[in-house]
């Protein structure tokens, strides 16, 4: 931390990067290691979200009528905006790693905030969806009582879309907080060519968030 | 434990294969349509089977975009590549195995698990949720 605090602002209008850790040679070992890390991490996720795929495909195939029933109550209008938000935030967060990557600091913090606002959009029209659902009483498991679905397996379903879009929208929470981090790091000028791995990982993780909505949008929405 | 600090030089190998911001806002608006194109093809007249197959094939195809070009793989070292693509390789053998089990289910001649008892509607609770009553032929394990 002392390092840190002693970071003097460069003749090109950045804070000099944090000092490189011994057991790296260069930077781009260190860049390397750190986002090497961060695909690890996402590797990991990949496979939290694969219990929840399975279920579905699973459940799917055990209640096919009630899935197609309850789709059919589904928004298709919010889930192709909330698509669309989410292909924009992703595009915004790759833009703000470039101005990063390039120094351009308070670009990169609009960027970000962009996509923090659009990620906020996303959880209010997912809250409009749910509470919809609560009124519907089309919820998981005994709390079912949606009289419109009448094969076996609604409740079912439910908790599918429930699991999943709730656990996705956990994430999305997480990412629009690193985000906000990250965010924050960029209006103090911390990000230079030879420093930016804290905005490529946070959008990494974004962009995560946005691989799941890609197949969670058809699955639940559409098909 | 720090000794040394990011020497300024290194500055320029680290962006010698970047995404330009041209290529990203492309890349975003073939999602779009991609996005509209699952759309409407959800609308058209096909088969559950199909309609599956249909979605499942374009979300690849955006997913692939978003992670070769939104997320620098496509630029990226091999070994980020290596992790991304055994993740989902192993993805894919988790659902194939459950799926073949799931789909390929019989009820076995010899087996020692008795039938489920049939339910009488009449005993079920008032109130009972529609949907709750019923459930994926639960009982044909062990039925005659």
């Known amino acids: 931390m002392q390092a840190s605090a002693a970071r003097k602002m460069t003749p090109e209008g950045w804070l000099e990067?944090?000092?490189?850790?011994?057991h790296y040679d260069t930077v781009e070992n260190h860049q390397s290691a750190l986002r090497?890390?961060?695909?690890?991490?996402?590797?990991t996720e990949v496979l939290l979200f694969a219990g929840i795929f399975v279920g579905y495909f699973v459940f799917r195939t055990y209640f096919p009528e009630s899935f197609e029933q309850a789709a059919r109550h589904l928004s298709v209008k919010l889930g192709t905006a909330n698509t669309l938000l989410?292909?924009?935030?992703?595009?915004?967060?790759?833009?703000?790693h470039y101005n990063a990557e390039h120094g351009k600091n308070r670009n990169a913090f609009?960027?970000?905030?962009?996509?923090?606002?659009?990620?906020?959009?996303?959880l209010g029209i997912k809250a409009v969806e749910y509470t919809e659902k609560f009124h519907e009483g089309a919820l998981p498991g005994k709390f079912f009582t949606f009289s419109e679905i009448t094969a076996p397996g609604g409740p079912v379903f439910y908790v599918v879309y429930?699991?999943?879009?709730?656990?996705?929208?956990?994430?999305?929470?997480?990412?629009?907080?690193?985000?906000?981090?990250?965010?924050?790091?960029?209006?103090?000028?911390?990000?230079?060519?030879?420093?930016?791995?804290?905005?490529?990982?946070?959008?990494?993780?974004?962009?995560?968030?946005?691989?799941?909505?890609?197949?969670?949008?058809?699955?639940?929405?559409?098909? | 434990?720090?000794?040394?600090?990011?020497?300024?030089?290194?500055?320029?190998?680290?962006?010698?294969?970047?995404?330009?911001?041209?290529?990203?806002?492309?890349?975003?608006?073939?999602l779009c349509g991609?996005?509209?194109?699952?759309?409407g093809f959800s609308q058209l007249n096909m088969s559950p089977g199909g309609h599956l197959a249909a979605a499942l094939c374009i979300s690849t195809i955006k997913v692939t975009l978003v992670v070769l070009i939104f997320m620098h793989l496509w630029h990226g070292e091999g070994v980020n590549r290596i992790v991304f693509v055994t993740s989902f390789v192993f993805l894919l053998v988790l659902m194939f195995f459950v799926m073949a089990d799931v789909e390929t289910r019989f009820t076995l001649s010899n087996s020692r698990i008795p039938p489920m008892p049939k339910i009488d509607q009449k005993m079920m609770p008032t109130g009972m949720p529609p949907g709750m009553s019923d459930g994926p032929s639960s009982g044909e394990a062990g039925q005659k």
């Not at chain 1, 090497?36 to 590797?43: D, P, T």
């Not at chain 1, 609009?110 to 659009?118: N, P, T």
């Not at chain 1, 791995?197 to 098909?223: C, K, Q, R, S, T």
Request: net charge neutral; charged share 5%; proline share 7%.
């Open chain 1, 110 to 122: 609009w960027l970000i905030m962009a996509s923090v606002a659009m990620g906020a959009g996303f």
């Open chain 1, 17 to 22: 990067p944090p000092p490189l850790p011994h």
């Open chain 1, 86 to 96: 989410l292909l924009t935030s992703s595009l915004t967060v790759a833009l703000a």
């Open chain 1, 36 to 43: 090497f890390g961060m695909w690890l991490f996402l590797g």
């Open chain 2, 34 to 39: 991609l996005t509209f194109a699952t759309f």
């Open chain 2, 1 to 30: 434990m720090a000794s040394t600090t990011h020497p300024p030089a290194a500055a320029a190998a680290h962006s010698k294969h970047e995404t330009s911001p041209g290529k990203l806002v492309l890349n975003w608006a073939v």
């Open chain 1, 162 to 223: 429930f699991f999943s879009t709730g656990l996705h929208a956990l994430h999305v929470i997480v990412g629009m907080s690193l985000l906000t981090w990250v965010a924050v790091r960029c209006w103090r000028k911390e990000f230079s060519p030879t420093y930016y791995a804290p905005v490529e990982n946070a959008g990494l993780y974004w962009h995560l968030v946005d691989l799941v909505w890609i197949f969670l949008y058809p699955l639940l929405y559409l098909v």
